[in-house]
């Protein structure tokens, strides 16, 4: 067998990052689906070009639903007005994903604020105080001046923290007219700030709804536009109805539009599933993307997303599915709660976890049956057990439950050894 050559084969894709999912990779130029919110951030933004301060402004919705792209659009156009007009604005984007609290948040604003003065490679403050950390970022904002846009992406990771959106709205620092902009997809974090917080950041607030499976084709449709060949839209009218494919089937892009619409319209996940479909075609050397193709990347998608779900349980969540794994290299047969209670707690005493109440595990079972790792079997009559299977294979499980050396490895490994002396 000879290894595949690099350069030599015909393919599908004119431009591949077009349908990349990632929003680093690409971002789109306009967002014609958005257009009413687009508009309101515009309205929010708009004071900065006449010299007063603009909104603060909360931005929220569900996951995929254009909300990093559709601000990110808007402060770069505000930007660009900005440049011409000889206007002293600068723009911070933080994602605040992975830094659990205010101090997280402050230290890499203090590096970003740095960056914009003194170019990258700042690093990161460490050793002070919180309160040290915010009168570093209010010094840093009075060296730059004029008008300042912060804009603090899924600011839900700071949990109970809100320090810094209490005080940086009233830092008030000299000479600059300072704007923030929350985003998050936690419908319960905006709700539960605090009421002074909620009225001070959310001085303005733009609601992203999901979209719909027709707003869905339609996007999916300019991003193949542009990154297929032989697909263009017929009269330069960009939407799905008129688009034309040599290399799609009329089938591909409503299946995963609808797909992508059945859980919260997410425009990232119906993206993804395309381009993993249009990779499969053209991987295997395909000229035609096709429905087939689309229902495969669902299933590898889905199996993918368990699979790291599964790596990534918390422990007691990954000791229950290990106690249930145990029973399940014994018998594909439904197991009743109570001998997976016995085998959690021997698991728990093994690992020297603290153990919950039954009541408790049995709430970690049904979370795990929620995310599709298990099955889960309702008992029927007066007191009978729910019953719970893998939803995945048992190799699924086991290759996925820590390795050896990590936490809670060495349970992972009897199973996996009770496992091999079973049958083969
Ligand atoms: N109307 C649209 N047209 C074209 N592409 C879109 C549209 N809306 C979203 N996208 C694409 O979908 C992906 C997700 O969008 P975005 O990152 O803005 O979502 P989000 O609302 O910020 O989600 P999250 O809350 O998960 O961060 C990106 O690749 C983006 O380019
Ligand atoms: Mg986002």
């Known amino acids: 067998m000879t290894m595949k050559s690099f350069g030599d084969e015909d393919t599908i894709f ?32 708009r004071p900065a070009t006449m010299g007063s301060t603009p909104l603060n402004l909360i931005v ?4 995929g639903q254009g909300k990093t792209v559709g601000i990110r659009l808007k402060t770069n156009q505000l930007q660009e007005y900005a440049n011409e007009a000889d206007m002293d604005l600068t723009v911070v984007h933080v ?15 203090v590096k970003r604020l740095r960056e914009k003065r003194f170019g990258p490679g700042e690093e990161l403050p460490s050793g002070h105080q919180r309160k040290t950390l915010l009168n570093m970022v209010i010094q840093n904002l009075e060296e730059i001046e004029g008008t300042i846009i912060i804009v603090l992406d899924e600011i839900d990771a700071i949990g109970d923290d809100d320090y810094i959106l209490y005080e940086l709205p009233r830092s008030n620092p000299d000479g ?29 607030e733009v609601r992203f709804e999901p979209y ?28 799905y109805r ?34 993993r479909a249009a990779r499969f075609a053209d991987d295997a050397g395909e000229t035609i993307v096709t429905e087939d193709h689309v229902r495969k990347a669902r299933d590898f998608l889905e199996t993918k997303a368990i699979e790291s779900g599964i790596q990534t349980l918390p422990n007691q969540r990954m ?15 439904p197991v009743s709660t109570t001998p997976i209670y016995t085998q959690y707690k021997s698991f728990c005493e093994y690992e020297n976890v603290n153990i919950l109440s039954n009541r408790r595990f049995r709430d970690r079972l049904n979370d795990l049956a929620d995310t599709n790792i298990l099955n889960k079997q309702q008992g029927r009559g007066r007191g009978e ?20 050396s990590a936490r809670l490895g060495d349970v992972a490994e009897i199973l996996r050894e009770k496992d091999s002396a079973q049958t083969r």
Do not use: W
């Open 14 to 45: 004119e431009d591949m990052d077009v349908l990349n999912p990632n929003e680093q990779t690409y971002q789109p130029e306009a967002l014609p689906e958005r257009e009413v919110e687009l508009d309101q951030i515009h309205s929010a933004l």
């Open 60 to 63: 929220y919705g569900q996951s």
């Open 95 to 109: 994602r605040c994903k992975g830094m659990g609290s205010s101090y997280h948040v402050l230290t890499n604003l």
């Open 176 to 204: 600059v007219r300072l704007s923030l902009i929350g985003i998050t997809n936690d419908l319960q974090f905006r709700e539960n700030l605090d009421a002074d917080v909620r009225s001070s950041l959310g001085e303005d």
């Open 212 to 239: 719909d499976a027709n707003q869905l084709r339609d996007i999916l449709a300019r991003r193949a536009a542009g990154a297929l060949r032989d697909t263009s839209f017929n009269d330069g009218i960009e939407d």
């Open 242 to 275: 008129h688009l034309q494919s040599g290399v799609l089937t009329d089938d591909t892009i409503p299946l995963a539009a609808a797909l992508g619409a059945q859980d919260t319209g997410d425009a990232r996940a119906a993206i993804r599933l395309l381009f």
């Open 319 to 333: 000791l229950a599915l290990m106690a249930v794994t145990f029973h399940a290299v014994n018998s594909d047969a």
């Open 385 to 404: 057990e729910n019953k719970y299977t893998l939803a995945v294979d048992l190799e699924t499980a086991l290759e996925n439950l820590p390795k050896e």
